[in-house]
T-cell receptor, first 109, second 113 residues
């Protein structure tokens, strides 16, 4: 079964501090993993996907198959990064796109 | 190009009433999804569709039905609404060919009393 776990409901950091949002997954095959962001009163938007290996808004994420993790990182947090972040997994065989419960990132000035 | 739109934006239902939520996309995307978002529970997949005329169950399908008669529209139906279905409903569409675009709708806030 597909499962995505985001252990932190809230992560509070100061501006300029490094950020790491944790995501662990459970899937027996080769998953496709994503991070999404939802700013206050806005719709959900795709932040990045692991297969494209790109950096968006300074965020990066590396898929670690051994630890079944896909943590989101940014070296220096900005106040405008404050938002809800969701990790998601798509199992290729089922095409289901399953989300974690989300982590609220609060960047303090 | 309007992206993904959802109708209605808000709705209040009484227990036992029925309604249909419409998700429309004008990007010719193959895949469409319906989610519900509840505090502390993230987004949970209700039903999804990988193409016109096809639908499949997600994580929480009970009490909902869907149809995808046209590629651009994905309808979510509640036959007999219950208070437990009070939620914010999001639709998403996804292109399975490059550049693999994904877009979400603005959401429908449903309250069942």
């Amino acid at each position: 079964a597909q499962r995505v776990t985001q252990p932190e409901k809230l992560l509070s950091v100061f501006k300029g501090a490094p950020v790491e949002l944790k995501c662990n997954y459970s899937y027996s095959g080769s998953p496709e993993l994503f991070w999404y962001v939802q700013y206050s009163r806005q719709r959900l938007q795709l932040l990045l996907r692991h297969i494209s290996r790109e950096s968006i808004k300074g965020f990066t994420a590396d898929l670690n198959k051994g630890e079944t993790s896909f943590h989101l990182k940014k070296p220096f947090a900005q106040e405008e990064d404050s938002a809800m972040y969701y990790c998601a997994l798509e199992g290729g065989a089922t095409n289901k796109l399953i989300f974690g419960t989300g982590t609220l990132l609060a960047v303090q000035p | 190009n309007a992206g993904v739109t959802q109708t209605p934006k808000f709705r209040v239902l009484k227990t036992g009433q029925s309604m249909t939520l419409l998700c429309a996309q004008d990007m010719n995307h193959e895949y469409m999804y319906w989610y519900r978002q509840d505090p502390g529970m993230g987004l949970r997949l209700i039903h999804y569709s990988v193409g016109e005329g096809t639908t499949a169950k997600g994580e929480v399908p009970d009490g909902y039905n869907v149809s995808r008669l046209k590629k651009q529209n994905f309808l979510l139906g509640l036959e007999s609404a219950a208070p437990s279905q009070t939620s914010v409903y999001f639709c998403a569409s996804w292109a399975r060919a490059p550049p693999y675009e994904q877009y979400f709708g603005p959401g429908t806030r449903l309250t069942v009393t």
